[in-house]
């Protein structure tokens, strides 16, 4: 006997040799007392593990007892490995325990190989307990690493022959099982994970990447089958003590396993569609594993939400609806919902895939939905609306700032969702309005301008503009300042050209659109939006110079409802004032703009705002009337504009060297040739003429918009500017107004700046006659102008209207009027009529000096006469009225009386006014019977 315990215990399974009950007895008191039975002597560890060793083979009742003692021996090793490591190798701590450990494992895997289904589940239980134990206890130790460091810990215990013998026994054991009975394995690593963790950490891990598809398919099997025994009405992780443990096996093995992990939990989840107790808990059962592990929540969302196609939401909704109170359902949609808000990848995927089932666009699958699905989905987009308001407001009312998941992950998809938003409707719509309000709320400002702007950008009509409201609307509450932001936005897209032709046209048409709006309650929002455009001048007058004339037509429309800022700076007022009367200018040019009309009445408004300020007011008049005069605009006013195109400006340049080589030929060699002087007669010119209704609409716009320049009066710069009247574009208010002389008056000095050559101040005195041959080529020169421009004469009316101005036009009249008398001296022809252009002058020149009050009542009508009488008697009728003019000269400070409507007027001495109506009154006595009918016109009352 003594011989049979000393030999080394090879093999496994039981003991082939039959033993006397005798030596089993003996055995077993040596075992238990801890001495041998016969000789009396106490036995060492070596041999006691050896004794408890046989009585596991030979004596099946004993095995508790002879496991427990191997658990000491074990502990043992441990023990003395951890003291050797505290005393830093100093010596050895303890008996040296390999040879037993080693004995042992040969021992029990023995037993393993010969009978793995009585035996695996037994030694892996015990093995995987006692590691747990160990684990455990040694956790607090200095020489153990802590429960955190799992890489060290793990080295730790790996070079140490007891727990790395323990985790050879298991990992044997459950390489050894099959089937269900793998399943007995990996409950009792659940079950240890739950008492032992996280100190057991390290076990999961090592096992796990050992057997990584076992492990993560029994895991999830094991779990499943916990989870559906302790179910109830109300399912928490307090019910299910092993969820956690399931978690965190899952958690150890996502590092190095992930997709293992996607696929077994997609494959549970299939499996689970069939009949059942234990399928129509696995839906839960991934919830709940959902909620306690992001890295499950993210298999969920990503790769789980693909495979719910029709067929598999019918099945599901069949399944769940079994069984279940309304309760119960209740509880899963607000799991559901927990776990879409905690959602931090896949989170667009997960709404659009409720979007789709809740309020399907199309109808792709072959498949019909089940109408509960669809019901289902609604109520949890619903649940989730309101519980992310809760989730914003509630948190910013609380002054926390912690990040929804859920909203932070769908910034990224912002750009979709506005494009969705903008094509959808019904419930759809709505649930995306509100979830782009929330998103914007709760991600700030940026966020909350970056869709307003796409929004504005991007809106084709009024429901989307209404939408845009809305968004607005609910971003008030917690962003003021967005519509600012947007605009800011918006105008710098403008500005950099982002933006093509159509999309900036179609950006400005919003604008106008929201500008307009009448809606009841937004006014607040259009004053925002009025604001912040006026506070980005210099992008929008960029707009005004845009190559497509839809987006500067559409900019003007802009400027013109909400006006000028408070205070502009010189620059920019220089700016803007060029680029508006340049936008008019290609306005009148185009002539396929749609609603042109609209539009010239927009830029009247707009450059009447810039009048509103003493500087803008000579700017615009300034380019106006410089624009009239361009040659590029000249034409649009009924302008004579000569086309030199036709001339061949690209013939080669004669070598005059070449030619005296030539000529040197035949010739004396002192002959110099000079060359020919020029080419013949010039082709001539072609005139370019617009149809007379085309010229008579574009005069009657510059005039109208001149006429609405000059009617601001400015003695001070100011901007006598209101709200109200800064809105008002229909301009109602200026109908009813005269021209103001101060308008009048930078209108006249402009027109004489442009048209006359002189450098020096035009004098408003009237020259006498012997100083004319003085003048020649500047009466000349102005009088072309007068001809090439027609609408010249309209302004000069337009001047004479504020009287007192017309004194500084004086050298224009009276060039025109030189020229004329001399046309009508030297003219040979019996009738006036002959000369139409220079009866039409003389006509005009009269009538301005009438409406201006140079002349008085009786002179003023002589142009009554002209095309009457002969063209001598025209020059004696100018030359008369030359002679009043030199006698009494225009002045600003002649008109000291006022008539019945306000305006200035100018006293004339009747003796001297009746002096010079002699002439008139004799040309009319001698045409009495073509002129008798106007003789009571020229009788001075």
Same mark, same amino acid.
Request: charged share 20%; hydrophobic share 40%.
């Given at each position: 006997?003594?011989?049979?315990?000393?030999?080394? !215990?090879?093999?496994?399974?039981?003991?082939?040799?039959?033993?006397?009950?005798?030596?089993?007895?003996?055995?077993?008191?040596?075992?238990?007392?801890?001495?041998?039975?016969?000789?009396?002597?106490?036995?060492?560890?070596?041999?006691?593990?050896?004794?408890?060793?046989?009585?596991?083979?030979?004596?099946?009742?004993?095995?508790?007892?002879?496991?427990?003692?191997?658990?000491?021996?074990?502990?043992?090793?441990?023990?003395?490995?951890?003291?050797?490591?505290?005393?830093?190798?100093?010596?050895?701590?303890?008996?040296?325990?390999?040879?037993?450990?080693?004995?042992? +494992?040969?021992?029990?895997?023995?037993?393993?190989?010969?009978?793995? =289904?009585?035996?695996?589940?037994?030694?892996?239980?015990?093995?995987?307990?006692? @590691?747990?134990?160990?684990?455990?206890?040694?956790?607090?130790?200095?020489?153990?690493?802590?429960?955190?460091?799992?890489?060290?810990?793990? =080295?730790?215990?790996?070079?140490?022959?007891?727990?790395? &013998?323990?985790?050879?026994?298991?990992?044997?054991?459950?390489?050894?099982?099959?089937?269900?009975?793998?399943?007995?394995?990996?409950?009792?690593?659940? /079950? &240890?994970?739950?008492?032992?963790?996280?100190?057991?950490?390290?076990?999961?891990?090592? !096992?796990?990447?050992?057997?990584?598809?076992?492990?993560?398919?029994?895991? %999830?099997?094991?779990? %499943?089958?916990?989870?559906?025994?302790?179910?109830?009405?109300?399912?928490?992780?307090?019910?299910?003590?092993?969820?956690?443990?399931?978690?965190?096996?899952?958690?150890?093995?996502?590092?190095?396993?992930?997709?293992?992990?996607?696929?077994?939990?997609?494959?549970?989840?299939?499996?689970?569609?069939?009949?059942?107790?234990?399928?129509?808990?696995?839906?839960?059962?991934?919830?709940?594993?959902?909620?306690?592990?992001?890295?499950?929540?993210?298999?969920?969302?990503?790769?789980?939400?693909?495979?719910?196609?029709?067929?598999?939401?019918?099945?599901?909704?069949?399944?769940?609806?079994?069984?279940?109170?309304?309760?119960?359902?209740?509880? $899963?949609?607000?799991?559901?919902?927990?776990?879409?808000?905690?959602?931090?990848?896949?989170?667009?995927?997960?709404?659009?895939?409720?979007?789709?089932?809740?309020?399907?666009?199309?109808?792709?699958?072959?498949?019909?939905?089940?109408?509960?699905?669809?019901?289902?989905?609604?109520?949890?987009?619903?649940? $989730?609306?309101?519980?992310? =308001?809760?989730?914003?407001?509630?948190?910013?009312?609380?002054?926390?700032?912690?990040?929804? @998941?859920?909203?932070?992950?769908?910034?990224?998809?912002?750009?979709?969702?506005?494009?969705?938003? %903008?094509?959808?409707?019904?419930?759809?719509?709505?649930?995306?309005?509100?979830?782009?309000?929330?998103?914007?709320?709760?991600?700030?400002?940026?966020?909350?301008? /970056?869709?307003?702007?796409?929004? $504005?950008?991007?809106?084709?009509?009024?429901?989307?503009?209404?939408? $845009?409201?809305?968004?607005?609307?609910?971003?008030?509450?917690?962003?003021?300042?967005?519509?600012?932001?947007?605009?800011?936005?918006?105008?710098?897209?403008?500005?950099?050209?982002?933006?093509?032709?159509?999309?900036?046209?179609?950006?400005?048409?919003?604008?106008?659109?929201?500008?307009?709006?009448?809606?009841?309650?937004?006014?607040?929002?259009?004053?925002?939006?009025?604001?912040?455009?006026?506070?980005?001048?210099?992008?929008?007058?960029?707009?005004?110079?845009?190559?497509?004339?839809?987006?500067?037509?559409?900019?003007?429309?802009?400027?013109?409802?909400?006006?000028?800022?408070?205070?502009?700076?010189?620059?920019?007022?220089?700016?803007?004032?060029?680029?508006?009367?340049?936008?008019?200018?290609?306005?009148?040019?185009? &002539?396929?703009?749609?609603?042109?009309?609209?539009?010239?009445?927009?830029?009247?408004?707009?450059?009447?705002?810039?009048?509103?300020?003493?500087?803008?007011?000579?700017?615009?008049?300034?380019?106006?009337?410089?624009?009239?005069?361009?040659?590029?605009?000249?034409? %649009?006013?009924?302008?004579?504009?000569?086309?030199?195109?036709?001339?061949?400006?690209?013939?080669?340049?004669?070598? @005059?060297? =070449?030619?005296?080589?030539?000529?040197?030929?035949?010739?004396?060699?002192?002959?110099?040739?000079?060359?020919?002087?020029?080419?013949?007669?010039?082709?001539?010119?072609?005139?370019? *003429?617009?149809?007379?209704? *085309?010229?008579?609409?574009?005069?009657?716009?510059?005039?109208?918009?001149?006429?609405?320049?000059?009617?601001?009066?400015?003695?001070?710069?100011?901007?006598?500017?209101?709200?109200?009247?800064?809105?008002?574009?229909?301009?109602?208010?200026?109908?009813?107004?005269?021209?103001?002389?101060?308008?009048?008056?930078?209108?006249?000095?402009?027109?004489?700046?442009?048209?006359?050559?002189?450098?020096?101040?035009?004098?408003?005195?009237?020259?006498?006659?012997?100083?004319?041959?003085?003048?020649?080529?500047?009466?000349?020169?102005?009088?072309?102008?007068?001809?090439?421009?027609?609408?010249?004469? #309209?302004?000069?009316?337009?001047?004479?209207?504020?009287?007192?101005?017309?004194?500084?036009?004086?050298?224009?009249?009276?060039?025109?009027?030189?020229?004329?008398? &001399?046309?009508?001296?030297?003219?040979?022809?019996?009738?006036?009529?002959?000369?139409?252009?220079?009866?039409?002058?003389?006509?005009?020149?009269?009538? +301005?000096?009438?409406?201006?009050?140079?002349?008085?009542?009786?002179?003023?009508?002589?142009?009554?006469?002209?095309?009457?009488?002969?063209?001598?008697?025209?020059?004696?009728?100018?030359?008369?009225?030359?002679?009043?003019?030199?006698?009494?000269?225009?002045?600003?400070?002649?008109?000291?009386?006022? #008539?019945?409507?306000?305006?200035?007027?100018?006293?004339?001495?009747?003796?001297?006014?009746?002096?010079?109506?002699?002439?008139?009154?004799?040309?009319?006595?001698?045409?009495?019977?073509?002129?008798?009918?106007?003789?009571?016109?020229?009788?001075?009352?």
């Amino acid at each position: 006997q003594r011989r049979n315990m000393a030999a080394p !215990i090879g093999g496994g399974g039981v003991s082939s040799v039959s033993h006397t009950p005798q030596e089993l007895q003996a055995e077993i008191k040596t075992f238990v007392q801890g001495k041998h039975a016969t000789f009396g002597h106490k036995l060492t560890l070596e041999e006691h593990a050896r004794s408890a060793l046989f009585l596991l083979r030979t004596v099946p009742a004993a095995r508790s007892a002879v496991l427990e003692f191997l658990q000491g021996i074990f502990d043992e090793a441990v023990n003395s490995h951890i003291l050797q490591i505290e005393s830093e190798g100093s010596g050895t701590v303890g008996p040296n325990l390999d040879p037993v450990i080693q004995e042992v +494992c040969s021992v029990l895997l023995g037993f393993v190989k010969v009978n793995p =289904q009585a035996w695996a589940p037994l030694i892996s239980a015990w093995s995987i307990d006692l @590691l747990g134990q160990i684990s455990t206890k040694y956790a607090g130790r200095r020489g153990v690493p802590h429960s955190s460091s799992l890489n060290e810990l793990l =080295q730790l215990w790996m070079t140490c022959k007891a727990t790395r &013998t323990l985790m050879d026994i298991y990992t044997q054991c459950l390489a050894a099982m099959t089937g269900s009975s793998a399943d007995l394995c990996v409950d009792a690593l659940l /079950d &240890t994970s739950v008492q032992h963790s996280p100190h057991f950490d390290w076990v999961v891990a090592h !096992i796990g990447s050992s057997f990584p598809n076992t492990i993560i398919t029994r895991v %999830l099997s094991c779990g %499943l089958k916990d989870f559906c025994s302790h179910s109830s009405s109300q399912v928490t992780e307090s019910h299910v003590p092993k969820l956690a443990s399931v978690v965190g096996i899952l958690g150890h093995l996502a590092a190095h396993h992930s997709q293992d992990i996607r696929e077994a939990l997609l494959q549970l989840f299939h499996v689970s569609l069939g009949e059942g107790k234990q399928e129509q808990y696995t839906v839960p059962f991934l919830l709940e594993l959902a909620t306690m592990s992001p890295m499950l929540l993210r298999v969920i969302t990503t790769d789980l939400v693909d495979s719910l196609s029709a067929d598999v939401l019918n099945q599901l909704a069949s399944q769940l609806s079994k069984g279940r109170s309304k309760t119960d359902m209740d509880g $899963l949609i607000s799991l559901v919902v927990h776990l879409i808000t905690k959602t931090s990848s896949g989170c667009h995927k997960v709404l659009k895939f409720l979007l789709d089932t809740a309020c399907p666009v199309d109808e792709k699958d072959d498949v019909p939905l089940n109408p509960s699905v669809q019901q289902t989905c609604e109520v949890i987009l619903n649940t $989730l609306v309101a519980d992310l =308001q809760k989730l914003v407001f509630g948190r910013a009312q609380q002054g926390d700032i912690t990040e929804i @998941l859920f909203l932070s992950e769908l910034q990224t998809h912002r750009t979709q969702l506005c494009q969705e938003m %903008l094509l959808v409707n019904g419930n759809r719509k709505w649930w995306l309005v509100q979830i782009l309000r929330l998103l914007g709320c709760h991600l700030g400002e940026s966020c909350a301008a /970056d869709i307003v702007t796409f929004n $504005l950008q991007h809106a084709q009509s009024r429901q989307q503009l209404g939408l $845009l409201l809305e968004l607005l609307e609910g971003y008030q509450c917690c962003l003021p300042d967005v519509t600012g932001a947007a605009v800011c936005r918006c105008m710098d897209s403008l500005q950099t050209g982002t933006l093509n032709n159509a999309e900036a046209s179609r950006l400005l048409a919003n604008l106008v659109h929201l500008l307009k709006s009448t809606d009841t309650g937004k006014g607040h929002f259009r004053w925002q939006l009025c604001e912040a455009i006026l506070s980005h001048l210099q992008p929008m007058t960029s707009q005004l110079e845009h190559s497509c004339i839809q987006v500067a037509a559409r900019a003007m429309e802009i400027q013109a409802i909400v006006g000028l800022p408070a205070k502009p700076t010189t620059p920019a007022l220089i700016r803007t004032c060029q680029a508006a009367v340049r936008c008019f200018f290609r306005v009148l040019h185009n &002539t396929e703009l749609e609603e042109k009309i609209t539009v010239v009445q927009y830029c009247k408004v707009y450059l009447s705002h810039l009048c509103g300020v003493q500087l803008g007011q000579t700017l615009v008049i300034r380019h106006l009337v410089q624009g009239v005069l361009d040659k590029e605009n000249a034409m %649009l006013f009924g302008a004579n504009v000569e086309d030199l195109s036709g001339a061949d400006s690209t013939e080669a340049q004669t070598s @005059l060297l =070449q030619q005296n080589i030539q000529l040197g030929r035949s010739s004396t060699p002192t002959v110099f040739h000079a060359g020919v002087i020029g080419k013949g007669l010039r082709p001539k010119a072609d005139s370019k *003429q617009l149809p007379n209704d *085309q010229v008579t609409a574009n005069c009657q716009a510059v005039l109208d918009v001149l006429y609405t320049c000059t009617l601001h009066e400015h003695h001070h710069a100011s901007i006598p500017k209101h709200d109200e009247d800064r809105m008002d574009t229909s301009d109602t208010r200026v109908e009813r107004r005269r021209i103001s002389s101060s308008g009048s008056r930078t209108l006249a000095l402009l027109v004489v700046e442009l048209v006359c050559p002189d450098v020096i101040q035009a004098p408003t005195d009237w020259p006498d006659e012997e100083f004319t041959k003085y003048t020649v080529e500047r009466d000349l020169h102005i009088t072309r102008q007068f001809k090439d421009h027609p609408i010249l004469w #309209d302004i000069l009316k337009m001047v004479a209207e504020g009287r007192t101005a017309l004194c500084h036009c004086a050298i224009l009249l009276s060039s025109v009027m030189s020229t004329l008398i &001399t046309h009508w001296e030297g003219s040979r022809s019996s009738v006036t009529t002959d000369a139409q252009w220079h009866l039409h002058a003389s006509c005009k020149v009269l009538e +301005c000096m009438g409406e201006g009050h140079l002349l008085p009542a009786p002179l003023g009508y002589t142009s009554e006469l002209f095309h009457i009488v002969k063209p001598y008697e025209v020059a004696l009728l100018l030359r008369e009225i030359w002679k009043f003019m030199v006698e009494n000269p225009p002045s600003p400070e002649l008109y000291s009386m006022r #008539d019945i409507t306000g305006r200035p007027i100018r006293f004339f001495n009747p003796d001297l006014v009746r002096k010079h109506l002699a002439v008139v009154l004799s040309i009319l006595h001698s045409n009495i019977p073509k002129l008798g009918h106007l003789y009571s016109r020229f009788q001075l009352q």
